[in-house]
């Protein structure tokens, strides 16, 4: 069985819906494991489902916040007096 093959930042980004600047900042805080060859990085698939399983975690811990917007002030003009 052969190995699946290695994505490139442009493939990795297109998955997570990402930047490919993004995930080059991943990949130089550790974040998601690579090979280089020369000046190429390359990432593992497995590389790739750790990295989302990992921020899918972070996000069910941390839900986004309501995006409902507070009701608008009332103007001096427009109250009733």
Do not use: N
């Not at 080059?24 to 989302?52: D, L, S």
């Amino acid at each position: 069985m052969t190995p699946a093959p290695l994505l490139t930042v442009a493939d990795v980004a297109a998955q997570l819906a990402l930047s490919a600047s993004y995930v080059r900042a991943a990949v130089a805080r550790g974040e998601i494991a690579c090979e280089k060859y020369g000046r190429a990085i390359r990432i593992a698939p497995a590389e790739v489902q750790r990295f989302r399983q990992r921020h899918a975690q972070v996000a069910e811990d941390h839900p986004a916040p309501s995006r409902e917007l507070p009701p608008a002030p009332a103007f001096p003009w427009e109250q009733v007096r």
